[in-house]
Each structure stands twice: as structure tokens, then as C-alpha cells.
């Protein structure tokens, strides 16, 4: 009994068992298909050349679509830009305008200022420099605030009202220029270095009268004196004979040199100091020049028929000079000038007149030789003198 049940009960788990392998089995071969990775494979969709000609144009479309805006996106970007251009173009056209005048409003009124100050400073005297004259010599009335006065009561403290009071300050004279029109005596000595002779004066003396252009360039006239005297060691040119040193001497007759000039120079001053000035300068001159033996006694030479005694030669000449100084101011109205000055003159004599007939007359002839080699000599001069200042 107990092996019959026994044998029913491994039957019933045969049958059992071999019915659920046979369902396992059937729902494998049913499953979806799986790919070579494990995953489930899917449907492969369905198309023709007509659906994929249609999916082309549309993302060709969608492209088109995606560019355009970009296009729209970056012209809008463009124009933002060139409003920006646009905007500081003006603004840079706008500033240059406004510093151009600028900058002509400040040339205008620094050349107003710089001849502000040429007026007031070198007191010019003309119509344009009335008003800037006027404008710093007229009265003028300033405002004078005194400080608050405290007044003190007990405890309470009391500020009284300023009081403003008027006051009268005198007109302030303006300093002149240093040196308006100057007068310079001056004395001196001269040598002229002819190519023969060599003569130097006893006096050079002058006077000039000079005025301030600006206020480093002056011009001025002046008037000059030379004297000397040199014995004719010529000997009447070579004719000397016994009677003529008997009557003369044999040192020769003493001559005698004067003249007198004008001259129109200029003058350049290196500094701008007060006290100090040292200046160059250069100017024309002309000059008129007489030569004369002191020795005028006739006397006549019978073996050659030469007549000596009463010769004279004048001459006129025009000269270039040059020249370079100081002056040195010891108060404003007075000071010291010193100079040294080179001349020379300009061809020959502009006209000349001998007294006597150079033929007949040796010593004549003599003077006016020596005459023509003066008008032509190297003449260096040293001058010292005053600076007066009106």
C-alpha cells in the first residue's frame, strides 16, 4: 500500500515537470527577436524614395529656416553697430569743432595779451594801447569785509553783522621800460692800420642819441670827432734838398687830421637783464676829413719849381661799422658803456679837394696820398662812456 502510493507520487512530479518544460520551451521560441548585444531588436520602419525625397526637403527646409534667422540675427546685430559708428562719428565731429575754436579763442587771446603786455610794459604811444593804459592807470574801489565781532552777555553769544567799508586805493604807476631814449656821451682813442701807415688819434670822442624799438633792438644817430697829428717823415716824397730842410727842419713838416662824422646804427641786446647789458651792433656812417701841414710858411724850391706852404686836402667818405659793448647801469637814469668798435671804408673817397696843384706841389700830393690810405685803413676803436636814460 505504502509503494503503491509511492509510485503514484513520482509519477505525478514525471508529468509535471515535463509539462513545464514543454511551456518554457514554447514561450522562448514565441519571445521577440534579441540582437547580438542583448537588446530587444526594433521594427525596421517602413519607407520609399518618395518618403525620403519628402524627409530631405524638409530638413533642408528646417536649415534654411535655422540660417535665415541667424542671418536676421547678425543684420540686426549690423545695424546696432553701425547706428554706434554713426553716433561717435558725430560726437567726434562735434568735439573737433568745439576744440578748433577752442584753440582759436586761446591764439586770439594770448596775441590780445602779449600786446597787453608790449603796451604797458614798453609804453608804446598809440591808439591801440589807449585802452589797456587807461584800464591799469584809472582808481579802483575794492570791498573790505572785516572779521565777525563776537559780543559776549552772560551766557548768550551775539554775532554782529559785518560791516563793509569802502576804500579808495591810489593809482599804481607801472614801472617804464628801463631805457626809453638814452643819450651816451663817449671818448676814446683810434688807430688806423693802413698798409703803409699806422696812425692813432689823440681824441675820439661822439655823441649819440638812442631809442628802445623793442625791448632787446634800439636805434640811434650819433655824431664822432677825430684829431691827430703825425710829422710827414715822407720828407717831401723823396724831393728833399737842402733848402728845404733848412726851412722845414729835417724832421718834416707836423700834419695835422680832423674829422667829423654821422652815424644810423643798430643795436642788439643779448640779454634781458637791467644792470647788465651786453649788446652787438653795426652801422653806416659819413664821415668828412681834412688834412693840413701846421707848418704853413711858403717856401719855393728854385732848382725843381715846387711851391711849398698852405697845402690842404678834404675828402668824403662813407664808412661800415661794426661793434660790441656793455652797459652797465648803476641807477635807472645813469650808467657806464663800453665798446669796442671796428670800422672801414666803403671804396674810395666820395669827394675830395686838394689846395694846390699836385704837379707843382709834392707835399700836396703827400697829403692827399695819405688822405686816400686813411679813407681805406682798418680802424679799430676803443670807446667809454655814459648811459644817460630819459
Not at 176 to 192: H, Q, S, Y
Not at 342 to 351: C, E, F, K, M, Q
Request: charged share 25%; hydrophobic share 35%.
Amino acid at each position: 500500500m505504502k509503494s503503491t502510493k509511492l509510485l503514484v507520487l513520482a509519477l505525478t512530479l514525471s508529468f509535471a515537470t515535463a509539462y513545464a518544460q514543454t511551456d518554457g520551451d514554447e514561450r522562448v521560441l514565441n519571445s521577440a527577436p534579441i540582437n547580438v548585444d542583448g537588446y530587444l531588436a526594433e521594427d525596421k520602419p517602413v519607407t520609399d524614395g518618395e518618403l525620403e525625397a519628402i524627409r530631405s526637403e524638409l530638413s533642408k527646409q528646417k536649415q534654411g529656416t535655422q540660417l535665415n534667422k541667424e542671418k536676421s540675427k547678425n543684420l540686426g546685430k549690423l545695424t546696432q553697430q553701425t547706428e554706434k559708428l554713426l553716433e561717435s562719428q558725430d560726437e567726434y565731429i562735434d568735439q573737433k569743432v568745439e576744440s578748433t575754436k577752442a584753440i582759436k579763442e586761446f591764439n586770439s587771446k594770448y596775441e590780445e595779451n602779449q600786446k597787453k603786455l608790449r603796451c604797458i610794459m614798453e609804453e608804446l604811444q598809440t591808439a591801440e594801447c589807449d585802452p589797456y593804459k587807461k584800464h591799469y592807470h584809472k582808481s579802483r574801489k575794492v570791498e573790505v569785509e572785516p572779521a565777525p565781532v563776537e559780543e559776549v552777555q552772560e551766557v548768550k553769544v551775539a554775532q554782529a553783522a559785518p560791516v563793509v567799508s569802502t576804500a579808495e586805493i591810489a593809482p599804481v604807476e607801472l614801472e617804464k621800460p628801463f631805457e626809453e631814449i638814452k643819450l651816451l656821451p663817449f671818448a676814446g682813442a683810434t688807430t688806423f692800420n693802413g698798409e703803409k701807415e699806422s696812425l692813432e688819434t689823440e681824441l675820439s670822442a661822439g655823441l649819440r642819441l638812442e631809442s628802445n624799438i623793442t625791448s632787446r633792438f634800439s636805434f640811434g644817430i650819433g655824431f664822432n670827432y677825430n684829431q691827430m697829428k703825425t710829422n710827414d717823415f715822407a720828407n717831401n716824397m723823396g724831393y728833399m734838398n737842402q733848402g728845404y730842410n733848412n726851412f722845414y727842419g729835417n724832421q718834416g713838416r707836423e700834419i695835422q687830421y680832423k674829422s667829423m662824422g654821422l652815424d644810423l646804427y643798430g643795436k642788439f641786446f643779448i640779454t634781458r637783464g637791467e644792470r647788465f647789458r651786453p649788446y652787438v651792433g653795426a652801422g653806416l656812417g659819413y664821415n668828412r676829413a681834412s688834412m693840413k701841414y701846421n707848418d704853413n710858411n711858403p717856401y719855393y724850391d728854385m732848382m725843381n719849381a715846387y711851391n711849398f706852404g698852405s697845402e690842404e686836402f678834404n675828402a668824403s667818405f662813407a664808412t661800415g661799422q661794426m661793434m660790441i659793448g656793455t652797459e652797465i647801469m648803476v641807477t635807472r637814469g645813469f650808467g657806464i658803456n663800453i665798446e669796442a668798435q671796428y670800422a672801414t671804408g666803403l671804396g674810395d673817397s666820395l669827394s675830395s679837394n686838394s689846395k694846390r696843384n699836385l704837379s707843382t706841389s709834392p707835399d700836396q700830393a703827400r697829403l692827399k696820398d695819405l688822405g686816400d690810405e686813411i679813407v681805406n685803413s682798418n680802424m679799430l676803436s676803443i670807446f667809454a662812456g655814459a648811459v644817460v636814460t630819459f
